[in-house]
């Protein structure tokens, strides 16, 4: 028994560097936002007291909610789109791009390489109401204001732009490790190629789907920076909520509060999602 | 599952919280919110050393000082200045800074500048440094006579005006001719192609002007109102977004065509654009002053008097003033200009007459449960 123990000692050093990072950078901030979310200000000190105010909570929600129904809103709208877009692509690389495969996985990847705010920045560039695209897109009507630029449709397009390498990656790597003679058995069975795909082919790549869009459902949620730039008067995400309550407002509680509501509502609905898509995924992991 | 091996397992991971609960109160030891909890601080005047020298850190905004002033101060003091220009808005820099200022601490910060608002709101608080007097006989001499005795500092103890300026429009002169006041940016001509300021203090002020509400005698409904008003333009799609400086980049690329704007902003604009042009609301504008001030825990105080007193130089200020275009506070300045470069010399926006400013309106400084609900409620337009 003791050999167990021993055995397991260096499970535990190995694991003590990350368990630090998180118990430092995560539960510890973590425990500090919790107790400032109940704090209420002593007036006009800025210094915050504990006394258990849950009222933040409630006033949070009740003050914040079209901003929170718009973030998801966003963000689900963003993350079909990421997938509608990434899937091709992720397949096209798998199977068909041959020799130039690790050209266009470079190709997804290369845009990392300008910071994430450079490339936001660049869209209001490209979105401006007198840029050739804005005027193309009012010409066949996809834009009857001639205004695209701080709109709904600017943000979403910019958090599918920015999050759409998460969801390639993951797609890519899961369709990757299909094994082509799987394929093979179901043409040999006679399958068309439609039926392959969806028989075969797509079932075997939804861990990746599913661990695509969390990763990119999740950090769109919270996104501020889009909506920062792109959104205008009428089109601020939770992010920026909290950001102002903190930087403007000076109101700690509240957005902390905030933050702890964004924080379970997102938990939520990840785990209603994994149980829901995610138990199909394993099935499917598990039928390689 | 009994056996001898697990309590021992068990002892193993208690040994390992119990560590990791140790290294959690050595950190929280060591940063300490600052956020929480009462914490006085002791407001001490500033004492002089015999000369300036040393480092001098200063914080103020971008492009808001010309090339030339900080290292001719480097040599005529000898005083090492790092100049930096991390401040883009006021209420972000204070929240970014305040936890420092309530510990008594500056960042190592030795002037910072602010608006008169938020300079008000940081005497209050017991985070600034009284000034001495002592070495400041340029500001004496100099500081224009209009903003010697202001409400929130009337013997200037804490704060030294660094520029003013004036908040009024600024138009694209082909696309919105016809906008010529405040209320006209809310014309439906103009649907979409409209920005208003994020400054709640210059925005909701303008609004009521247009409404025919003084902004100095508002009262919190007139505010509300105006507020009001603001909101259902945004719904309408009448105003584009709240900028701060980047309304500059909207209006250079036609996503707007009329702004709220500021005096010196449009001064540098017009330079680049000639077509763009800062106009005084029929309204009148708002008047704001952004000041210098030395925060609590300030290192090296005497070099940070040294560089206030350096500026108000009306020489040192000609090149500033020549530079950034905004209101100069200091006197004597346009007789400078008038030999050197007398078309800055002439311009109305730089040297405004009693005149040009006559229905123009202080920056008002809120207070207490007005300024909370006010801002919340400018705050949840901003917000959408």
Not at chain 2, 311 to 325: D, F, H, L, S, T
Request: glycine share 6%; hydrophobic share 45%.
């Amino acid at each position: 028994m003791i050999d167990a123990i021993r055995r397991r000692i260096p499970a535990y050093l190995l694991l003590a560097p990350g368990t630090l990072w998180l118990v430092i950078f995560f539960v510890i901030p973590l425990y500090f936002m919790a107790k400032l979310s109940l704090d209420t200000e002593i007036p006009g000190t800025l210094h915050y007291q504990f006394n258990w105010h849950w009222a933040n909570y409630k006033e949070a929600l009740e003050l914040y909610d079209t901003q929170f129904f718009r973030s998801f809103f966003y963000a689900a709208v963003a993350t079909l789109l990421c997938l509608v877009i990434a899937y091709p692509l992720a397949y096209v690389i798998a199977f068909k791009a041959g020799k130039w495969r690790n050209l266009m996985l470079f190709g997804v990847v290369a845009p990392f390489f300008t910071t994430y705010l450079i490339r936001t920045l660049a869209w209001k560039t490209i979105l401006a109401d007198e840029s050739p695209v804005t005027e193309i897109l009012h010409a066949i009507g996809l834009a009857p204001s001639g205004h695209i630029l701080y709109t709904g449709f600017a943000v979403i397009a910019g958090i599918t732009y920015n999050f759409l390498p998460f969801m390639v990656l993951p797609l890519y790597a899961s369709l990757e490790r299909i094994d082509v003679r799987v394929l093979e058995a179901s043409k040999d069975l006679y399958a068309s190629a439609p039926s392959t795909f969806l028989k075969v082919t797509f079932p075997l790549s939804l861990p990746g789907v599913v661990a695509g869009t969390l990763l990119t459902f999740i950090p769109a949620v919270g996104d501020y920076v889009n909506a920062e730039f792109l959104g205008g008067a009428s089109n601020s995400m939770i992010g920026n909520v909290i950001q102002r309550l903190y930087l403007t407002q000076s109101n700690y509680s509240s957005a902390a509060a905030l933050s702890f509501v964004l924080m379970a509502v997102i938990m939520v609905v990840v785990i209603i999602y994994i149980r829901v898509a995610g138990s199909e995924a394993l099935m499917g992991q598990e039928a390689v | 599952m009994t056996s001898p091996g697990r309590p021992r397992r068990k002892a193993t991971v208690r040994v390992g919280v119990a560590l990791a609960a140790l290294l959690a109160t050595l950190v929280l030891a060591a940063c300490g919110s600052g956020i929480e909890g009462p914490v006085t601080v002791t407001v001490s005047k500033v004492a002089l050393e015999k000369k300036a020298s040393g480092d001098l850190v200063i914080s103020n905004w971008p492009l808001y000082i010309d090339k030339k002033t900080v290292p001719n101060f480097e040599k005529a003091t000898g005083v090492s200045v790092e100049y930096k220009e991390d401040i883009n808005s006021n209420e972000e820099f204070f929240n970014k800074v305040q936890p420092q200022l309530t510990n008594g601490e500056s960042g190592g910060r030795s002037i910072m500048v602010l608006a008169d608002y938020m300079v008000a709101k940081m005497i209050k608080l017991g985070y600034l440094e009284e000034l001495n007097h002592a070495a400041l006989p340029e500001v004496k001499a100099n500081l224009a006579k209009n903003l010697r005795h202001v409400p929130f500092d009337p013997e200037r103890q804490y704060s030294v005006p660094w520029q003013s300026g004036m908040t009024g429009i600024i138009v694209n002169k082909d696309k919105a001719p016809d906008v010529h006041s405040i209320c006209d940016l809310f014309n439906p001509k103009y649907k979409g192609k409209v920005d208003l300021l994020n400054e709640v203090r210059e925005t909701v002020p303008l609004v009521m002007k247009c409404e025919g509400v003084d902004p100095e005698q508002a009262t919190e409904a007139d505010w509300m109102k105006a507020i009001e008003k603001i909101k259902g333009a945004v719904s309408d799609g009448q105003i584009s977004r709240f900028t701060g400086n980047d309304y500059a980049q909207d209006l250079t690329s036609g996503n707007a065509v009329a702004v709220m704007g500021w005096s010196g902003d449009a001064v540098q604009l017009q330079a680049d654009n000639p077509n763009l042009e800062w106009r005084m609301p029929t309204e009148g504008c708002m008047l704001w002053s952004e000041d210098m001030i030395i925060p609590v825990g300030a290192p090296n105080p005497t070099a940070a008097e040294a560089f206030m007193n350096y500026v108000y130089k009306p020489e040192v200020q000609a090149n500033i003033a020549a530079y950034v275009n905004y209101v100069t506070p200091v006197e004597h300045v346009q007789e400078v200009l008038k030999k050197t470069e007398p078309e800055v010399a002439e311009n109305d926006l730089i040297f405004p007459s009693a005149a040009f400013t006559k229905n123009c309106s202080p920056t008002p400084t809120l207070e207490g449960n007005e300024e909370k609900n006010v801002l919340k409620a400018f705050d949840e337009v901003l917000n959408g």
